[in-house]
């Protein structure tokens, strides 16, 4: 039975395959320690040897740290089946392990290398006997397995048999392109671990099917001793098995424990979604912005009642935590989650009220936020305070031989008064945001207001948008240790933004107010 699977991540090596990403030497040893230290996978592939110099100087970097902090043997390089040159280029950067690239499929082996399997096998031990010579940890990638093991297992078996007394650490069985589904993977595993039960195999999923972890759950259960995947399901094509999926699937489904520390899978999420510019899907299992949100009332209500709606996927166990949206599928108990989250109390009568205005407004929103309920409230309560900041005017100048300069007017109502100050100011800038936003900061130093930082900026414009199309400007807040988010619409991409700073500054003017 086993006891103990390992789980090696490829991100840096499979992962960066994807199109149009491509890792500085610097992220990649980033993103080693965070993958080793912080999270604690067992291995990691870090690149393909004699690719370029950049992958070398990443090689290099990443191995010297390694071989300082005892990981040395948990840094593996893609390898050729060349004899000497792949393992040389590993040595040379006191790498210790090396991934031999052989042939997994007949197909691959005849129409791309060419070769008799009998030429094959012979380069394979050639290669070997060359990486053990000089030291290094041998694993062996069977590419195209899957497919060879559909068309010619003959031949897989014919390696297999030649090669079990080699001084090979892993056999790596890749689906490459993501063409089996799990029961398909539980019988071809199942069969060659009880040929040969003395071989310790991985397996590594392909997502072309969207079967890459499901894939990977059924491999662990035929018995594989490893898997591999990447964060966030990176990968050519369709991607890998995603790394938090597979973890959290083995250990639910399976009883299966890792070494991996699930508190600090969303972080390296983040982290990957930041350097390799690829925003992951808002429904991404474990990792996505809507997964641990409820939006229907219904559900609402029986996790208020008594958690009817909740699974062991607890939204803790990645230091996340649950949201229940507002919209026009919301329910009282949608409310009263988001009004808690804000501190806000109203009484049976005016929470009818508002989540009227809230179902109203979703047919003409897309989102409500419960940073969104201050307004909804002042505007349903008729509160005549409902905005302790108000922008006047501005003029926003950009040219081609200056720094843009914003102006600007606005009303400011202290707290306790009813009349309002009016302040102005201008600032150069970036660009015309930027100008703004210094001018907003003048401003605000005189009536010793502090602005919070901005976390993160996106401009969406509609598909199939023209020059006068409008924008959608969203810009994420951090207030006290939380986010916050605010968007603003128009045809003018600085003016957006402004309209989103303009509800920024009321929100946390109302919430300071409220407490």
């Known amino acids: ?27 990649k040893l980033a993103l080693s320690k965070i993958l080793l230290d912080e999270v604690g996978v067992d291995r990691i592939e870090v690149a393909s040897a004699k690719v370029s110099e950049g992958e070398k100087e990443a090689v290099r970097k990443i191995v010297e740290w390694a071989n300082n902090n005892k990981y040395g043997e948990k840094i593996e390089v893609l390898g050729f089946v060349d004899i000497h040159e792949s393992a040389d280029w590993i040595f040379n950067l006191e790498g210790k392990v090396i991934n031999i690239l052989s042939k997994g499929s007949l197909k691959h082996l005849t129409t791309q290398l060419k070769k008799t399997k009998e030429q094959h096998l012979k380069e394979i031990k050639e290669t070997i006997m060359y990486a053990d010579k000089k030291g290094l940890i041998c694993n062996i990638w069977f ?42 993977v539980y019988n071809f595993i199942r069969e060659i671990i009880l040929k040969y039960p003395g071989l310790h195999f991985d397996f590594h999923g392909h997502n072309d099917y969207g079967m890459a972890t499901a894939n990977t ?36 489904f399976l009883n299966i424990e890792t ?11 983040k982290m990957v979604e930041a350097f390799s510019a690829y925003r992951i899907a808002a429904n991404k299992p474990i990792s996505g912005e809507n997964v641990f949100t409820q939006t229907a009332g219904i559900h609402a209500d029986g996790d208020r009642k008594g958690n009817l709606y909740i699974s062991r996927l607890l939204p803790e166990r990645f230091n996340r935590k649950r949201q229940y ?40 929103k897309k989102t409500i936020t419960s940073y969104d309920l201050p307004y909804i409230v002042s505007d349903v309560l008729n509160d005549p305070e409902e905005k ?7 003029n926003i100048l950009t040219s081609h031989s200056n720094r843009p300069v914003a102006t600007i007017k606005m009303s400011y109502r202290e707290n306790g008064k009813s009349d ?24 605000f130093r005189k009536i010793d207001f502090d602005l919070p930082p901005l976390v993160d900026y996106i401009i969406t414009i509609p598909p ?16 006290d240790k939380k986010n916050i988010i605010t968007k603003g619409v128009n045809s003018d991409q600085v003016l957006a933004a402004i309209e989103a700073t303009e509800k920024m500054l009321n929100i946390i003017a109302l919430l300071k107010k409220e407490k």
Not at 420 to 443: H, P, R, T
Not at 465 to 473: E, F
């Open 1 to 27: 039975m086993l006891t103990r699977l390992e789980i090696m991540d490829t991100t840096l090596r499979d992962g960066e395959q994807m199109k149009n990403v491509s890792y500085s030497s610097d992220e």
């Open 143 to 184: 590419e195209d397995w899957s497919n060879g093991m559909i068309d010619s297992p003959d031949y897989i078996y014919f390696l297999l048999d030649h090669l079990r007394e080699e001084n090979i650490k892993r056999f790596m069985l890749p689906d490459t392109l993501g063409v089996l589904y799990p029961a398909q």
């Open 217 to 252: 759950i059924a491999a662990v259960e035929a018995g594989v001793k490893g898997v591999h995947c990447t964060v966030n399901g990176m990968g050519e094509r369709a991607g890998n098995a995603a790394l938090d999926e597979v973890v959290v699937g083995i250990k639910d």
């Open 259 to 269: 070494d991996i520390k699930e508190e600090n899978l969303f972080n390296l999420s």
């Open 325 to 364: 949206s507002l919209g026009k599928l919301s329910g009282k108990s949608n409310l009263d989650f988001n009004l808690e989250e804000i501190g806000l109390k109203l009484s049976k009568d005016q929470k009818k009220n508002v989540l009227n205005r809230v179902i109203e407004l979703s047919d003409k």
């Open 388 to 394: 302790i900041f108000k922008l006047k005017a501005y």
């Open 420 to 443: 309002f100050i009016e302040l102005e100011g201008s600032a150069q800038g970036n660009g015309g945001y930027d100008a703004f936003m210094n001018a907003i900061k003048k401003l």
């Open 464 to 479: 199939g948008g023209k020059t006068d199309a409008l924008v959608q400007c969203t810009i994420t807040w951090e207030v």
